[in-house]
T-cell receptor
Framework: AQSVAQPEDQVNVAEGNPLTVKCTYSVSGNPYLFWYVQYPNRGLQFLLKYITGDNLVKGSYGFEAEFNKSQTSFHLKKPSALVSDSALYFCAFFPRGGADGLTFGKGTHLIIQP | DSGVTQTPKHLITATGQRVTLRCSPRSGDLSVYWYQQSLDQGLQFLIQYYNGEERAKGNILERFSAQQFPDLHSELNLSSLELGDSALYFC??????????????FGPGTRLTVT
């Protein structure tokens, strides 16, 4: 079955350090991949997407992600973490290859320590 | 603020009851999606409507149904409620094409508690 995996339940990073939140995918064809962030008691916010084109995708709030076909990964990165980046991050994809419902990974809690 | 609105914010009801959750998409978005978020199941896609027509179905129970009205707002109806239906229900909307193609914008959610 097609899926995305977020291997870490929680990632801890010191403020100012670079951060990486990992996502690997098992998707047939050309995957449409997304990152969303959820702050406590809030809805999900779109961060960035990979549809086609450049493997390095830039998104909101200074985040970026690199699509790596050989490693089937789509890790989320930021050069310098802020305490306000602390939240729950989801990797997602379209399982049917079209713009219908997203399938999400289980999420990774990102904790930025001051 | 995503521009997607959901009402009510919280809903507490008893087992066996029926509730209706309402969603208004972003201005101009024709697609509406419903998702359920729970601790044991995570985030699950339920159903999608596009311009009033059902477009895709996910893990939606037969006790649940949805519709999208001519003004593009959508309602999710949950009936014969069980304790396990307690969850956060999100609505999302998306544009058909353009720069924001494929991006879904989520509302703040409705927290349903079934007692």
């Amino acid at each position: 079955a097609q899926s995305v995996a977020q291997p870490e339940d929680q990632v801890n990073v010191a403020e100012g350090n670079p951060l990486t939140v990992k996502c690997t995918y098992s998707v047939s064809g050309n995957p449409y991949l997304f990152w969303y962030v959820q702050y406590p008691n809030r809805g999900l916010q779109f961060l960035l997407k990979y549809i086609t084109g450049d493997n390095l995708v830039k998104g909101s709030y200074g985040f970026e992600a690199e699509f790596n076909k050989s490693q089937t990964s789509f890790h989320l990165k930021k050069p310098s973490a802020l305490v306000s980046d602390s939240a729950l991050y989801f990797c997602a994809f379209f399982p049917r290859g079209g713009a219908d419902g997203l399938t999400f990974g289980k999420g990774t809690h990102l904790i930025i320590q001051p | 603020d995503s521009g997607v609105t959901q009402t009510p914010k919280h809903l507490i009801t008893a087992t066996g009851q029926r509730v209706t959750l309402r969603c208004s998409p972003r201005s101009g978005d024709l697609s509406v999606y419903w998702y359920q978020q729970s601790l044991d199941q995570g985030l699950q896609f339920l159903i999608q409507y596009y311009n009033g027509e059902e477009r895709a179905k996910g893990n939606i129970l037969e006790r649940f149904s949805a519709q999208q009205f001519p003004d593009l707002h959508s309602e999710l109806n949950l009936s014969s409620l069980e304790l396990g239906d307690s969850a956060l229900y999100f609505c999302a909307s998306s544009a058909y094409g353009g720069r924001q193609a494929y991006e879904q914008y989520f509302g703040p959610g409705t927290r349903l508690t079934v007692t």
